[in-house]
């Protein structure tokens, strides 16, 4: 009988065996801890998708890098198993991929339902919405949760600070700390609360052209007209890029006939009336509206807003212009641009004349564009009602609302990120186009595959019976 080589046997027995050893479990558990360890003190991700899907762009990456301090987004969803977690479960998947190069970027989750004071107080809206805060400044964000919406919002926080808010004082205009109802108080405390800084100055025509050219000047409705001086100051802060944010009167009025020309605007001398205020006995010059154009300022804006004694607004296409014109607000649907008003107003009810008067609706509010060489945009955003800032008025409708999400259109003057959505691989299946391949292709997937298991299967059983 031949003999077996021990040191075989000896292997074959251990190699059989050596789970049934005595420090195997503990040398387990000793693993198991370690592998956790490591898992608690380092973090480790690998983008495996094709094209690196889940991987922030370069763009997104150039956006966080400018944001050095503390971002804070803070999502108000609820507790509920379905909308809830929904909401919870996307932004979170968002978020994760800002936060593993931005490590100072912190987001929790608030329930309306427990913290309704807190809601109010943020003006939240929808369920789902985000604030996203940096610097003292804070923007909203909604569906969609996508890198490009996010990115747009950390861009627009980026240039908030640098973007001074200049108010133009010493001819009427109402103070940021005047609060009475001709004061500008409440939109003060409301520029306060969103992080952009309001200064104010009356040497409009020692204002250097370095910094006139970085703000965002403000003529918040003057009474009294603009001396020379002040125009040319003002004309050379358009022409160096600055951008502007003007309540009329009439040009006339103010002072600023070259200025409307130098921009190409049309204004009407004569006020917009709606007639059929005096169902509600209101003032024929006291307007309302909720007709809004689906960009600038007033994309997705649904609030009723009011104006009173606006002028109408428009300004005619130009060959060559480098500006783009977008008219914003409209009012009198029902109404007219009257030449005489208000000298009709206590007698008889105003009649629409066709020779002096023009038919509604009219503009405004109106917004002017156009690139910088630097990639800014440079805005003009005018508003034809002169008492629009004024605490009167803000307290009406969604006026307050109208004019801060207006200043921070044109005080965020970057122009938007545009992210490629990158194709997801094989996800398209030609098919071909004759019927009869397409009925083979049918047939075959729902019987020929099926069989082919089949008779696979009883090959390999006959093989199995045969030895």
């Known amino acids: 009988m031949a003999k077996t080589n021990p040191v075989r046997r ?16 503990p040398a387990l558990l000793i693993v198991t801890l370690m592998l956790g360890l490591f898992a608690w003190q380092f973090n480790i991700m690998a983008d495996t998708t094709h094209n690196h899907r889940n991987t922030l762009s370069a763009a997104s990456i150039q956006v966080l890098k400018q944001l050095p301090e503390r971002i804070e987004i803070t999502a108000f969803c609820s507790n509920s198993p379905y909308k809830g977690r929904y909401f919870r479960k996307s932004i979170t998947a968002l978020i994760q991929r800002y936060q593993l190069l931005h490590p100072n970027l912190q987001l929790q989750f608030v329930d309306p339902a427990t913290a309704p004071t807190m809601a109010r107080e943020w003006q939240i809206k929808k ?14 964000m909604y569906l969609p949760y996508t890198e490009e919406a ?3 919002v950390l861009l627009q926080l980026q240039h908030g600070a640098r973007a001074p808010l200049l ?14 109802s001709e004061g500008a108080s409440q939109l003060g405390q409301a520029l306060q609360a969103a992080g952009l800084r309001a200064l104010s100055t009356t040497s409009l025509a020692i204002l250097p052209n370095e910094q006139a050219a970085l703000s965002t000047l403000v003529l918040a409705g003057a009474r009294q007209p603009y001396t020379h001086s002040q125009l040319t100051a003002i ?7 600055g951008n502007l944010v003007w309540l009329l009167d009439t040009p006339q009025q103010q002072g600023l006939d070259a200025l409307a020309t130098q921009l190409g605007l049309s204004i009407s001398p004569g006020v917009i009336i709606d007639p059929s205020n005096r169902q509600f006995d209101i003032p024929l010059h006291a307007l309302s509206t909720q007709h809004y154009a689906s960009q600038g300022p007033t994309q997705e804006f649904a609030l009723r807003t009011f104006f009173d004694h606006a002028h109408a607004i428009q300004r005619p296409r130009q060959a060559g212009d480098t500006w783009r014109a977008l008219p914003l607000v ?9 030449a005489d008003y208000p000298s009709t107003r206590s007698a008889t009810p105003p009649v629409f004349n066709p020779q002096t008067d023009t038919q509604g609706p009219a503009t405004v509010m109106l ?29 009406r409708g969604g006026n307050l609302a109208l004019s801060m999400q207006s200043l921070q259109w044109v005080v965020n003057n970057q122009p938007s990120v545009s992210l490629t959505v990158t194709p997801l691989r094989d996800s398209v299946i030609a098919l071909p186009a004759k019927q009869t391949w397409l009925i083979l292709l049918f047939n075959g997937f729902q019987f020929g595959l099926p069989a082919l298991l089949l008779w696979a299967g009883w090959l390999s059983w006959r093989r199995k019976q045969r030895v």
């Open 330 to 338: 409209a009012v009198a649907d029902h109404g007219w641009v009257s």
């Open 367 to 395: 917004a002017l564009e156009k690139d910088r060489p630097t990639g800014e945009r440079q805005r003009i955003l005018i508003i034809s009602s002169r008492q629009f800032f004024s605490n009167a008025q803000l307290q």
């Open 150 to 152: 996010l990115t747009n």
């Open 167 to 180: 108010f133009a004082t010493g001819n009427g205009e109402p103070g940021l700390q005047d609060t009475t």
């Open 10 to 25: 000896l292997s074959f027995t251990f190699s059989a065996l050596w789970w049934q050893h005595r420090l195997v479990v």
């Open 235 to 241: 004309q050379a802060h358009i022409q160096h890029g």
């Open 127 to 140: 369920e789902g919405e985000m604030v996203i805060r940096y610097r003292d400044q804070q923007q909203h």
